[in-house]
């Protein structure tokens, strides 16, 4: 899937924030390799690439709404944004649904149901171990109770315990 225009989409709605775009772009890459490595049907992957690429959707109108971008505020905020933005890109209505429902959950690490959201979560932290400075304990601690994939794991290692 060509998932260019959702960049664009995303780059404009987070305009002035290199950081959240950064974010995302990693995210994607991660969750692209993931889903490839553990080899995902294409309409498995394309939920994941997409999910990956609007998982943080919420995180500007939590700092709007509650001056936070807490977990919890961005799981209640960003479903709706993102199944707009999706539904003007044409996305499938299936697609949205199970996008919706990743970003409203991608915080929620104890009520994993498939194989998308689990790479959705090792993919965000991958990005959020190197960005928040996680210590090797905390990355070690990680790796023991998120982590389940052969192909993030693998990239964990890679990138910070070997």
Do not use: W
Request: charged residues 25%; aromatic residues 10%; hydrophobic residues 40%.
């Amino acid at each position: 899937m060509d998932q260019s225009a959702l960049v664009l989409k995303m780059s404009e709605y987070e305009a002035g924030c290199v950081e959240r775009v950064n974010h995302f772009l990693k995210a994607y890459a991660f969750a692209k390799t993931i889903g490839e490595g553990e080899g995902f049907s294409g309409s498995l992957q394309d939920i994941l690439e997409t999910a990956a690429l609007v998982h943080d959707i919420g995180i500007r109108p939590s700092l709007e709404k509650y001056k936070s971008a807490a977990g919890e505020y961005q799981e209640k905020e960003g479903p709706g944004i993102a199944k707009e933005m999706l539904q003007g890109l044409g996305y499938s209505k299936e697609l949205i649904e199970r996008v919706c429902f990743l970003v409203g959950h991608h915080h929620t690490y104890d009520k994993i149901d498939g194989a998308d959201y689990q790479a959705l979560v090792e993919a965000d932290f991958l990005v959020n171990i190197f960005e928040g400075n996680m210590e090797q304990s905390a990355v070690e601690k990680v790796k023991e109770t998120i982590f389940r994939t052969k192909t993030g794991t693998r990239l964990l290692e890679l990138l910070f315990l070997d």
